[in-house]
């Protein structure tokens, strides 16, 4: 098998790295900084202690790098399954309309509200027992605040 990128350089290490962080691009793509050849939409940020900065790679180079094709192709699998409830989350049928005519959903004991706010829209969620979760940015659209709201929900519930 021929070797691309960082994998035929002297020097990079090709083992013992560790995922210290992983990413969905959604839209965008990138190369893999260790091969320098697969483009990918699921970044796995890997780091070593002999190489200065971290690489963002793909599954199959994540796994060669840590030794570890399981761990590495469950991280992606999680990012994937992410993802898609992420998409269809604007879509769920559970959503209705508030008293006040703003798109509500109940789910698992959260409660997401969005509104209108100029040039825009925000979201709260209201987790079981907990403060308020209140988007920081306005969003340009409904499903895009949704989706905001979908992911401030995947960091409370990740806490």
């Known amino acids: 098998m021929s070797e691309f990128g960082k994998w035929a350089q002297r020097g990079v290490p090709k083992k013992g790295w560790t995922c210290e962080d992983v990413e969905d691009l959604e839209d965008d793509r990138r190369v893999c900084e260790m091969c320098e050849h697969q483009e990918i939409r699921f970044v796995h940020y890997m780091s070593h202690p002999n190489y200065q900065g971290s690489l963002a790679c793909g599954c199959d180079c994540a796994g060669r790098m ?6 590495a192709q469950q991280r992606d699998s999680a990012m994937r399954s992410a993802a898609s409830k992420r998409k269809r ?6 959503w209705k309309l508030s008293q006040n005519g703003n798109p509500t959903l109940r789910m698992d004991g ?21 403060p308020d979760i209140w988007g920081k940015r306005i969003y340009e659209t409904v499903p895009d605040a949704q989706k905001a709201a979908f992911d401030a929900i995947s960091s409370d519930r990740n806490k």
Do not use: N
């Not at 840590?66 to 761990?71: C, P, Q, R, S, T």
């Not at 040039?119 to 907990?130: C, D, I, L, M, N």
């Open 66 to 71: 840590e030794d570890d094709y399981v761990k």
């Open 89 to 94: 989350f604007p879509k769920l049928k559970s």
């Open 110 to 130: 959260y409660r997401v509200t969005i509104f209108p706010k100029k040039q825009g829209y925000k979201f709260v969620v209201k987790p079981p027992s907990a």
